[in-house]
């Protein structure tokens, strides 16, 4: 045996000191198949970060590339996340890591313009997935699924939940329940998850069903995150699904000017005069304060834009959220979450996922597509 590489472990201090004793280089985390493992208490994630770290080049290649934005965008779900959050569900990384790693993502998009929201572009104006951490928490949910014992998971789950401290914090359990609970969900029991809709279980769920469970309550966190933002207020009242539909719907040149509308991004005086060198907000069109409301509804200047606006819709305009009427967001019907509520309570799954336009089977990309992205990126 080559002593260099040769390491040892053990789950107990007094077993640790005793290999100490001996000669042994004793470990307190370890690589295994691709994995990072912690054998101790201890927090630790340094082969995670290592990963992480290395796609710090992958950026500027992506952003000097030709390929259009939703290549790119595509690149990012299938190549970037799997090379930099392989085996991501062993462990946990903080906040400011995911935060790194959407501020990346924004640049080699060229998407990172002042007042942009990286969560709100990367996690609602595109799918979740492709968001870093919506990303994390479906896969890790994932490899419970296709990897965990019914027998070990669901008890381990619940004393986690209960406060039980003979678990490891650490564990893969334990970042299992955290994941759930980013998503405001709960454990009932040891078999049984709740969300906004009611109670599942986790193993025993669809997999379409349970990413729109996820897609619903992504809305919230992102939502959350932003709420410091005057202009996203009531974001979680959005429907991101119908905004993307008709998003798709728009020449190319318009789909980019409309995702820097949904982002947040400055484009008018109010924002834009805190990162330029001029110190006035007024509209460039008139002589009042400018803002994405003022520009939009009241200027004189576009008055010809509003020309076909019926009455009833302008006589609605103040009262809706500013996310709605200044950034372009659809809003979600009030109907929405007791109408599927009911659906799930009535109805069998395969018709469930038929009103949602899902199927009960997972569509394979095209290796075309794959061959292109990873020509790009190389």
Excluded at 63 to 83: D, N, T
Excluded at 97 to 102: A, K, M
Aim: glycine fraction near 6%; hydrophobic fraction near 40%.
């Amino acid at each position: 045996m080559d002593q260099k590489k040769t390491f040892v472990w053990s789950t107990s201090s007094q077993g640790r000191q005793c290999l100490r004793d001996q000669g042994f280089t004793v470990v307190d985390s370890c690589r295994m198949l691709g994995a990072h493992v912690q054998t101790t208490r201890k927090h630790t994630n340094a082969t995670q970060m290592v990963r992480i770290h290395a796609l710090q080049s992958m950026w500027p290649k992506l952003k000097l590339s030709a390929s259009p934005y939703e290549l790119k965008i595509r690149a990012i779900r299938v190549a970037a996340w799997p090379k930099g959050l392989h085996a991501i569900a062993s462990t946990t990384v903080s906040l400011q890591t995911f935060s790194n790693l959407r501020s990346g993502a924004m640049k080699g998009l060229a998407a990172d313009g002042s007042g942009c929201n990286a969560m709100v572009h990367l996690g609602m104006v595109e799918r979740p997935a492709t968001d870093l951490h919506f990303w994390t928490v479906l896969h890790t949910l994932r490899m419970v699924r296709d990897c965990g014992v019914p027998e070990v998971v669901h008890p381990a789950l619940w004393e986690l939940a209960r406060g039980n401290q003979e678990y490891a914090t650490n564990g893969i359990s334990a970042t299992l329940l955290t994941r759930l609970q980013l998503l405001g969900w709960h454990i009932l029991s040891p078999t049984l998850v709740v969300d906004d809709f009611g109670s599942f279980s986790l193993l025993a769920i669809c997999l379409a069903e349970l990413q729109w469970r996820m897609e619903w309550a992504w809305v919230k966190v992102v939502a959350a995150h932003v709420s410091h933002r005057p202009g996203f207020a009531a974001l979680e009242c959005v429907d991101p699904v119908r905004t993307r539909q008709w998003l798709a719907k728009l020449p190319l040149d318009d789909r980019a000017a409309y995702r820097k509308l949904l982002n947040g991004a400055h484009i008018t005086q109010d924002g834009k005069h805190y990162c330029q060198e001029s110190d006035s907000d007024l509209c460039p069109f008139c002589e009042c304060s400018d803002s994405r409301f003022h520009r939009f509804w009241v200027c004189d200047g576009f008055d010809d834009c509003r020309v076909g606006v019926p009455a009833h819709v302008m006589a609605l305009v103040p009262r809706l959220p500013e996310c709605v009427t200044c950034y372009g967001w659809s809003l979600r019907p009030t109907t929405y979450h007791e109408w599927y509520t009911h659906i799930l309570m009535h109805c069998p799954p395969k018709m469930f996922l038929s009103c949602l336009g899902l199927s009960w089977g997972v569509s394979m990309s095209s290796l075309m597509a794959h061959v292109a992205i990873l020509a790009m990126l190389t």
